[in-house]
């Protein structure tokens, strides 16, 4: 399983070490008769190709079509996810933080790559990389910048740190001129790097991209 825990804390010879001891209790664990290797590639499998940010989009473009979930998404992102269908794990305690005219909201895991498995599948490489989670807390606008985007001066850039117990979805704005659009569409402007807060959701020329 990839790592989650709060303890290769930088790249290296630390995750290397990580690594060997993975496929160590792996092959024993197999050796043993305890797990199936088809069972543990299975789950890795699940988590690379049919949990991904899709579900995330799906979760937004209903906030943005329908009032009252966006409502409860905002109060319990957690139980609003989960009336999708999107649990399980790494989606516990989920928050939800929504983007506006004048704020910006940017998500990191400082420590090591916690993130919302259950809406946005695995983290991107860059999400945990050192540099990424040590420049999003001293220079988020240089982050949005690497990233491509550039915001008005007077936008305020929250920057919310990701835990084992808390882990955050960015609701980014609605796209202009999107009024109407059924939930389908409207999920095929939202990216993923828009619900880590590294983009912005794609103008509605870019739907179905
Ligand atoms: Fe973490």
Redesign the pocket.
């Given at each position: 399983m990839p790592h989650?825990?709060?303890h290769a804390h930088e790249a290296g010879t630390e995750l290397s070490e990580m690594d060997a001891r993975v496929r160590a209790l792996e092959s024993l664990l197999v050796e043993k008769g305890y797990v199936d290797p088809a069972a543990i590639e299975a789950i890795v499998q699940t988590y690379e190709t049919k949990v991904g940010p899709r579900n995330g989009a799906r979760v937004v473009a209903r906030a943005w079509a329908d009032p009252a979930y966006r409502a409860r998404l905002l109060a319990d992102a957690t139980a609003a996810a989960a009336e999708l269908g999107y649990s399980g794990r790494q989606g516990e305690h989920l928050v939800a933080v929504e983007n506006g005219p004048g704020v910006h909201n940017l998500v990191v895991?400082t420590?090591?790559?916690?993130y919302p498995w259950s809406v946005l599948g695995l983290p991107p490489a860059w999400y945990k990389s050192a540099a990424y989670r040590a420049k999003a807390v001293i220079d988020p606008r240089g982050v949005l910048a690497d990233f491509g985007v550039s915001l008005p001066a007077g936008v305020e850039i929250r920057v919310w740190d990701?835990?084992?117990e808390i882990r955050y979805l960015v609701v980014p704005e609605r796209p202009a001129g999107t009024e109407g659009w059924e939930e389908e569409r409207l999920a095929g402007l939202v990216t993923r790097d828009s619900m880590i807060g590294t983009g912005l959701a794609l103008p509605r020329e870019e739907a179905g991209r």
């Amino acid at each position: 399983m990839p790592h989650d825990g709060h303890h290769a804390h930088e790249a290296g010879t630390e995750l290397s070490e990580m690594d060997a001891r993975v496929r160590a209790l792996e092959s024993l664990l197999v050796e043993k008769g305890y797990v199936d290797p088809a069972a543990i590639e299975a789950i890795v499998q699940t988590y690379e190709t049919k949990v991904g940010p899709r579900n995330g989009a799906r979760v937004v473009a209903r906030a943005w079509a329908d009032p009252a979930y966006r409502a409860r998404l905002l109060a319990d992102a957690t139980a609003a996810a989960a009336e999708l269908g999107y649990s399980g794990r790494q989606g516990e305690h989920l928050v939800a933080v929504e983007n506006g005219p004048g704020v910006h909201n940017l998500v990191v895991c400082t420590l090591c790559s916690c993130y919302p498995w259950s809406v946005l599948g695995l983290p991107p490489a860059w999400y945990k990389s050192a540099a990424y989670r040590a420049k999003a807390v001293i220079d988020p606008r240089g982050v949005l910048a690497d990233f491509g985007v550039s915001l008005p001066a007077g936008v305020e850039i929250r920057v919310w740190d990701s835990t084992a117990e808390i882990r955050y979805l960015v609701v980014p704005e609605r796209p202009a001129g999107t009024e109407g659009w059924e939930e389908e569409r409207l999920a095929g402007l939202v990216t993923r790097d828009s619900m880590i807060g590294t983009g912005l959701a794609l103008p509605r020329e870019e739907a179905g991209r």
